[in-house]
């Protein structure tokens, strides 16, 4: 079975710029939750989606905004980016709502300039 | 405030030798508690989880973890370390049935010396 996809794998963006990361589940998962992951440092909770609707927001400003698609993959968009927004996007997929066994995707490491 | 705290940054070890990583928590009552770890430009695979129960919960890769409720720890231990098992680990926490997300801890990265 795959595993949680993430696309892409890295990108380079300049600051200012709109940047899209996607992300398609477990089959069968209908949770998917947004990490990021700064160099050094533990990830942070952006957005959880829980049968297409938002159902949590970590501390983040409105740049950052997410969907969920019927088919549960879902998009995470940052908006005017900062130098600061360079980091490791991470996906995470679980059955429920409860993160009681979340899986990781890869993550997109994104790097804006 | 609520909080993970992994005391050690980086902790060097001898292949074959033990490996103990420690976990703090910070959180009104018991929350579901995690460890994972992350190789180099890879995404977080889990290694065990704890909800109730035995308080000492066996993982893959031959890892296991305590419990102490009186300390709020819950700390990582291998008994022999492998060169493969050189990565970064995280401890994290569910708060409870009502807080969904994962809350990390910084992390610990794991050196492993031949």
């Known amino acids: 079975d795959a595993g949680v996809t993430q696309s892409p794998t890295h990108l380079i963006k300049t600051r200012g710029q709109h940047v899209t990361l996607r992300c398609s589940p477990i089959?069968?998962?209908?949770?998917v939750s947004w990490y990021q992951q700064v160099l050094g440092q533990g990830p942070q909770f952006i957005f959880q989606?829980?049968?297409?609707?938002?159902?949590g927001r970590g501390n983040f400003p409105d740049r950052f905004s997410a969907r969920q698609f019927p088919n549960y993959s879902s998009e995470l968009n940052v908006n005017a980016l900062l130098l600061g927004d360079s980091a490791l996007y991470l996906c995470?997929?679980?059955?429920?709502?409860?993160?009681?066994?979340?899986?990781f995707g890869q993550g997109t490491r994104l790097t804006v300039v | 405030a609520q909080s993970v705290t992994q005391p050690d940054i980086h902790i060097t070890v001898s292949e074959g030798a033990s490996l103990e990583l420690r976990c703090n928590y910070s959180?009104?009552?018991?929350?579901?508690l995690f460890w994972y770890v992350q190789s180099p430009g890879q995404g977080l695979q889990l290694l065990l989880k704890?909800?109730?129960?035995?308080?000492l919960v066996q993982g893959i890769k031959g890892f296991e973890a305590e419990f102490k409720r009186s300390q709020s720890s819950f700390n990582l231990r291998k008994p022999s370390v492998h060169w493969s098992d050189a990565a970064e680990y995280f401890c994290?926490?569910?708060?409870?049935?009502?807080?969904?997300?994962?809350?990390f801890g910084a992390g610990t990265t794991v050196t492993v010396r031949a």
């Open positions: 959180y009104g009552a018991t929350p579901y």
């Open positions: 995470a997929s679980s059955l429920q709502r409860m993160n009681t066994e979340a899986f």
């Open positions: 704890y909800f109730s129960g035995d308080t």
């Open positions: 994290a926490v569910v708060p409870g049935r009502n807080d969904y997300k994962l809350s």
């Open positions: 989606y829980y049968e297409k609707e938002e159902r």
């Open positions: 089959s069968g998962h209908k949770s």
